[in-house]
């Protein structure tokens, strides 16, 4: 691969490799039923990376997965888009370099009897229509009259490939349905089934497809698909993996703000909000020239504006839009800008000519700042550089800027950029809506595949917001604290201790902070191996014996009569070289090679390097091995993170997010450090009627307006009267807002009640003056009623355990009986109460004081 996958990718091609291989150990069985699997993620989660990593390891095998290859394996891509898949394909090559040559475009003529193993077949439904070149020939009821041979002598219909390839045994297909919820319905003349529906279920002496692996954006969108294809009572449907939305949002692979902009009285303002989405462009420009100087990254951000007009533009109209740009932008050029239109040829505006630019090339050619398009551009296309859109569609074509603005939602460095939210935002505006239509795209957003459907993850959704930037009426102390603070990441489902220290060794050595370090990391585990050998000699030599032995059965019948035996034969070279690959999965296969450098001791004599393999083989089927390695990898893993936390600190964003992802790859929460914030985006007013009103606002906020206070109308009534209580207290030096995502969030894990592992994001950190210094205090309002209460407040309680000295209070708030009452997790008897009380009320009512 040549992304390195986020954690909730990571899980996600693990969970889709082990349903893969449930249906075809399921196919290749005596009963040889069909089956499907399903893959969905919000739009943005990358399914198009996840999908290469898991047909790379179908091919291939996978030593991270611990998958071997299926030799059998064919795959059969298929949607009803002919672009969707030459955009696929464009993406499956840049995310795996050894796809690039096993990447197959279904063409006329097709030639081939059988699909061949080991590649990936493009197809869509306009290739199985009835007039296509493809199916001309075959039987069946969408054959045209007098078209019922092979007119053009290629011996094969693609119905024929397909039978051939089916009923082959040494070939297992697997069809991706791609955007699964396509393509499934009934035609409106005809109870013939679409398609799609008869590639799935078989039709004229093809078989039904082996396997089944959908990928959608949603789980209800898959269902409905195969339930209109009336496959539920011959196929059975495995399993279907659901990606957490709110890992994707906080691996920093979306946008974390949505921005909309429109104008709030009536009147043409198309000119004066066209400049207004000029000027904020080139402010983005600008924000990510100072970023890139700043991190020393050759590699600049170019956003892009795109102009969203309707589908039949006019000309002068267009022309006289280029004019306002130009003029707010003079330093573009004629081809900085371009066109995605449906005519792939340069159209003329007046006296402009603009170029077209296929979709897919977009993100890449950053000379383009000017994007004209008219719908969604195409399904499956997004370009993460482009930042903010100016629809001039009108006020009923809601959809149509939601889509689009659903493929302008990924980060363009595919990460975040920490506690920046102009840089991690997305703008829209809307010169030909009103607050009331403007309602109609904001709701359409809510309930897209962009969110999770219910708001509570996810980009915020933000009506002309203000920037906040760092509060200078703020001690510096308060920012030094901060920025010293514990936080948690969050657990993985899976994680390789050894993978993870490799990573670190490679990061260090990289950065120069350990130089040679992975000949260090892999030197401590050597010795780690040595040891077990020392330790456990018996178990060891029954181990080899094991391996230099290969153990068969016999079984023999005479007159009716069976009687079974047994034998043993030396184990040749190519026996125990699998039995070497076998135990190098278990240790993993760099490690391994190492441990036989070490052993053979540079030696080339061929005995010795033998006996080296059937060490590593041998050490690998002790139980105690991986979990030893395991433990020592953990250890100089943790050593190295503490020792060079301040120098990690010191580095470039990018090297400290990959130090944080590292951090990350543990089932266990990690310890890390707090990322000051630089500014957010907060909304200061709202409608009332027809007239607009300003929120409330308090001073002290770590992220200010020009005047130093923050708006608090997004707050509930609990948690402004817990601010306003702080307040009274009248030692407060500051506070913290604290956002839902990001490394700017003060995070505490916790396990909901089935065990997954979860981030807790306390509402707010109160910086306070002491005799003793500045101190930090968390103090979390949360509903005792809601259902993930209790899970959170035992969250608080271990992490008040972990780290409660460095804060002066760690503090849960909820009102019961009509009075806010609080947790103090500083307390014993509090902390003990919540693990053992059967729900959050029971907890405040045996171990609560009044707030």
Known sequence: MRFTLKDYQADAVGDTLRELASAHDFYRSASKRVSSVALTATTGAG?????????????????????????????????????????????????????????????????????????????????????????????????????????????????????????????????????????????????????VKRLINGQSGVPPMPIVWGISATVKRFEEAMHAADVHDNRVHLGTVVVDPVRIQDSGLLKDDIVLDFPSETGDFDTVLLRRGVRKVKAMSAAWSSYALAQRDDAEVKPLLVLQVPNKPSPSEVASAIDVIRDEWPELVGESFAHVFGEHTAQTFGRYSVAYISPERVQDADHVRVLLAKDAISTGWDCPRAEVMVSFRPAKDETHITQLLGRMIRTPLARRVEGDDLLNSVECILPRFNKATASLVLEKIMGSDVLDGDGDVGPRVLIDPQLMSANLSVPAEVWELFGDLPTETLPRKHSNPIKRLTSLAQALSTDKLVPDAGHIAHDRLHGVLDGLGAQYRRELAAAKADVLTVKGGTVHGHRGMRSDGSWTEEADDRAIQEAYRHGARIITPDLARTYVDHL???????????????????????????????????????????????????????????????????????????????????????????????????????????????????????????????????????????????????????????????????????????????????????GAWLPDALPKLRGMARFAEVHGERFHRIESISRIDGQLRVLDFHQADVKAAVLQAPDAEHAYRQASVAY
Do not use: C
Not at 55 to 61: D, V
Not at 87 to 98: F, I, K, N, P
Not at 102 to 121: C, I, S
Not at 741 to 752: E, H, L, V
């Open 47 to 195: 399914k198009t990376v996840m999908a290469a990593a898991v047909i790379e390891a179908l091919f291939w095998g996978s030593d991270d997965f611990e998958v071997v290859p299926d030799p059998t394996a064919a795959v059969l891509w298929f949607s009803d888009d002919p672009s969707l898949n030459q955009q696929t394909r464009y993406r499956l090559e840049q995310a795996s370099d050894r796809l690039r040559t096993r990447l197959v475009t279904v063409e006329h003529p097709f030639r081939y009897a059988r699909l061949q193993p080991g590649k990936v077949y493009f197809l869509n439904t306009s290739k199985l229509s009835r007039n296509s070149l493809l199916v001309r020939g075959q039987e069946g009821i969408d054959t045209l009259p007098g078209l019922d041979s092979h007119p053009d002598l290629v011996p094969y219909t693609i119905w024929d490939t397909l039978r051939n390839t089916i009923n082959d045994p040494n070939i297992t297909l697997y069809m991706v349905l791609d955007e699964a919820h396509r393509g499934m319905g009934r035609r409106a003349t005809s109870d013939t089934p679409t398609i």
């Open 600 to 782: 053979a001791d540079d030696s080339d004599d061929e005995d010795v390097l033998r006996d080296s393999h059937v060490q590593v083989a041998s050490l690998a089927k002790l139980p105690q091995t991986r979990s030893a390695l395991d433990s020592a990898a953990d250890a100089l893993s943790a050593e190295w993170l503490t020792q060079h936390r301040v120098a990690v600190k010191a580095l470039r964003e990018a090297r400290q997010s990959l130090y944080a992802e590292i951090t990350a790859m543990s089932t266990d929460p990690q310890l890390t450090s707090m990322i000051l914030p630089k500014n957010r985006h907060e909304e200061t007013k709202h409608m009332v009627g027809d007239l607009v009103q300003n929120f409330e606002v308090r001073p002290l906020h770590l992220l200010a307006d020009d005047t130093g206070l923050f708006p608090i109308g997004k707050l509930n009534p609990e948690e402004i009267k817990v601010l306003d209580s702080e307040f009274a207290n009248g030692d407060l030096l500051a506070w913290y807002r604290n956002p839902t995502a990001g490394r700017d969030s003060m995070s505490i894990s916790y396990q909901d009640r089935h065990g997954d592992w979860r981030t807790l994001r306390p509402d707010f950190l109160f910086f306070i003056d002491t005799a003793s210094g500045v101190k930090a205090n968390i103090v979390d309002p949360h």
